[in-house]
């Protein structure tokens, strides 16, 4: 089969092209940076150099695949997130519908049930949307969970200060994935066919906030790592201080106070996936204490 990915050699498409490569299958690998050409190519597959904002290279390069893999990118300097999001979500499906692609896969979110209230999914609702009109085109959108690797960002709070946290409780449920999981199962839902417009949620492990403090913690030699809550200003100017953009901060407790509330894993609760991913927490924090001490 012939498969074109976006996402570069990110966190996901880049085991998910390894994964459809050992297969056999050929893999187009749509990137906006020249210079990991060479790296993509490496791995067996074509780089297809250009940007996801333009639908002439985006058309072309979906063109004569069996099916499509599409993520939006992230862009932590758009000044207004969700409509970045949406609008990457609206070139992807002119490409799409302009190709006459069949059979998409699209990186989605949990949460994405809700139209607004959680920071940059709410974007991801949008392309969901925006998929819905595509006419003649079988969508399987997944919804992931938490990813694990988001702890990574949070190495100099816990060497700083000794604690980990976020502007939600220690008793808040999470639900939690490795890129590696949701890498094969997207593979798994490219290489069959579906039809219509469907949804998949994908987790690796379920959890509280406190328990993913207190593993975490047993790892790096610290078991007694607290969780703590900040509120929603405490949590901003965290963000702000470690460098992050106001907007995407902002949108970031924006998502917490989801989190927070419950809603975010509502949609999720009532449709569990019948299979977990093979990443648990722990061997999550395996990882974890390997980039700590880089």
């Not at 990915?5 to 050992?22: M, Q």
């Given at each position: 089969?012939?498969?074109?990915?976006?996402?570069?050699?990110?966190?996901?498409?880049?085991?998910?092209?390894?994964?459809?490569?050992?297969?056999?299958?050929?893999?187009?690998i749509i990137s906006s940076n020249p210079a990991k050409a060479k790296a993509i190519e490496a791995l067996g597959a074509t780089a297809a150099i250009g940007s996801?904002?333009?639908?002439?290279?985006?058309?072309?390069?979906?063109?004569?695949?069996?099916?499509?893999?599409?993520?939006?990118?992230?862009?932590?300097?758009?000044?207004?997130?969700?409509?970045?999001?949406?609008?990457?979500?609206?070139?992807?499906?002119?490409?799409?519908?302009?190709?006459?692609?069949?059979?998409?896969?699209?990186?989605?979110?949990?949460?994405?049930?809700?139209?607004?209230?959680?920071?940059?999914?709410?974007?991801?609702?949008?392309?969901?949307?925006?998929?819905?009109?595509?006419?003649?085109?079988?969508?399987?959108?997944?919804?992931?969970?938490?990813?694990?690797?988001?702890?990574?960002?949070?190495?100099?709070?816990?060497?700083?200060?000794?604690?980990?946290?976020?502007?939600?409780?220690?008793?808040?449920?999470?639900?939690?994935?490795?890129?590696?999981?949701?890498?094969?199962?997207?593979?798994?839902?490219?290489?069959?066919?579906?039809?219509?417009?469907?949804?998949?949620?994908?987790?690796?492990?379920?959890?509280?906030?406190?328990?993913?403090?207190?593993?975490?913690?047993?790892?790096?030699?610290?078991?007694?790592?607290?969780?703590?809550?900040?509120?929603?200003?405490?949590?901003?100017?965290?963000?702000?201080?470690?460098?992050?953009?106001?907007?995407?901060?902002?949108?970031?407790?924006?998502?917490?106070?989801?989190?927070?509330?419950?809603?975010?894993?509502?949609?999720?609760?009532?449709?569990?996936?019948?299979?977990?991913?093979?990443?648990?927490?722990?061997?999550?924090?395996?990882?974890?204490?390997?980039?700590?001490?880089?």
């Open positions: 089969m012939n498969f074109t990915i976006t996402g570069s050699l990110g966190n996901i498409s880049k085991p998910l092209a390894e994964i459809l490569i050992a297969a056999g299958h050929h893999v187009t996801v904002e333009d639908v002439a290279f985006l058309t072309s390069a979906f063109s004569g695949k069996d099916a499509i893999y599409t993520m939006v990118p992230p862009n932590f300097g758009a000044p207004n997130i969700r409509q970045f999001i949406a609008g990457t979500g609206k070139k992807y499906a002119e490409a799409i519908q302009a190709s006459g692609i069949k059979q998409v896969v699209n990186l989605s979110s949990i949460g994405a049930h809700l139209d607004g209230g959680t920071g940059p999914i709410s974007g991801l609702h949008d392309v969901e949307q925006t998929y819905t009109q595509l006419d003649g085109v079988a969508v399987k959108h997944l919804r992931p969970a938490f990813f694990y690797i988001n702890f990574l960002g949070n190495i100099d709070m816990i060497k700083h200060a000794g604690i980990l946290g976020s502007n939600y409780g220690p008793e808040t449920p999470l639900v939690l994935v490795h890129p590696n999981d949701i890498a094969a199962v997207a593979a798994e839902e490219l290489q069959q066919t579906f039809t219509g417009k469907s949804i998949r949620y994908i987790a690796s492990d379920e959890s509280t906030a406190a328990n993913v403090a207190g593993v975490l913690g047993a790892a790096i030699g610290k078991p007694e790592l607290p969780w703590v809550a900040f509120n929603d200003d405490e949590a901003l100017q965290g963000m702000l201080q470690a460098g992050l953009p106001e907007v995407m901060a902002k949108s970031y407790v924006e998502m917490g106070d989801a989190t927070r509330s419950g809603k975010l894993y509502e949609h999720y609760f009532s449709n569990r996936p019948s299979t977990f991913g093979k990443v648990k927490l722990e061997d999550f924090a395996v990882e974890f204490a390997e980039a700590l001490i880089r």
